[in-house]
């Protein structure tokens, strides 16, 4: 069975561009969830989006936005990039059975974005 | 508000020896427990849950509310269990996401 898959696994910007980043779910799997890993910080939620609708957000700013596509694959987005935006990003899938039912969240590899 | 504490960035052991991870977590409701591993140069993955009950690698973890404590242990560590541990609490609702902690790097030493 595939994994997580996230595109790509490098992206360099510089300050004020906008950088898209992607990420396809294990087959099967509703849920992708964004969390970032930024030096010194850990790992961060950012945002989870089930059956194409947003259902929660970290506390970031809104110019991180993203969105889930009909066949669950999603995209996020940052846009006005600042340099403490340099982070590895990453991708987890799940399949949300339910309030309270249990679910694992699976992880892609991650998508590296440097902004200079 | 949901935290996740881990008390110690480094650890290190020998081989052999016994290893106990510490988590502690804050959740006003009834939470799930994971630990996730990431060794050299791979994905995060998941380790063990605390509603599985598991034994996975050798490693176990019981959850205490009395504590609200989850600490990972493993009586004799090995060489490679040398990783980044991750204890990680999700919510329920629409707070399912997880909340991780700032993670531990543990050295198993030969």
């Known amino acids: 069975e595939a994994g997580v898959t996230q595109s790509p696994t490098h992206l360099i910007k510089t300050r004020g561009q906008q950088a898209t980043l992607r990420c396809s779910p294990i087959?099967?799997?509703?849920?992708v969830y964004w969390y970032q890993q930024a030096l010194g910080l850990g790992l961060q939620f950012l945002l989870w989006?089930?059956?194409?609708?947003?259902?929660n957000r970290g506390n970031f700013p809104p110019r991180f936005s993203g969105r889930q596509f009909p066949n669950y694959s999603s995209e996020l987005n940052v846009n006005a990039l600042e340099l403490e935006d340099s982070a590895l990003y990453l991708c987890?899938?799940?399949?949300?059975?339910?309030?309270?039912?249990?679910?694992?969240?699976?992880f892609g590899p991650g998508t590296r974005l440097t902004v200079l | 508000a949901q935290r996740v504490t881990q008390p110690e960035k480094l650890l290190s052991v020998f081989k052999g020896a016994p290893v106990e991870l510490k988590c502690n977590y804050s959740?006003?409701?009834?939470?799930?427990l994971f630990w996730y591993v990431q060794y050299s140069r791979q994905r995060l993955q998941l380790l063990l849950r605390?509603?599985s009950r598991e034994s996975i690698k050798g490693f176990t973890a019981d959850l205490n509310k009395g504590e609200t404590s989850f600490h990972l242990k493993k009586p004799f560590a090995q060489e490679e269990d040398s990783a980044m541990y991750y204890c990680a609490l999700r919510g329920t609702g629409s707070a399912r996401q997880l909340t991780f902690g700032s993670g531990t790097q543990l050295t198993v030493l030969p």
């Open positions: 087959s099967g799997h509703t849920s």
């Open positions: 987890a899938s799940s399949f949300w059975w339910g309030a309270n039912r249990a679910d694992t969240q699976y």
């Open positions: 989006y089930d059956e194409g609708e947003e259902r």
């Open positions: 605390h509603i």
């Open positions: 959740y006003s409701g009834s939470p799930e």
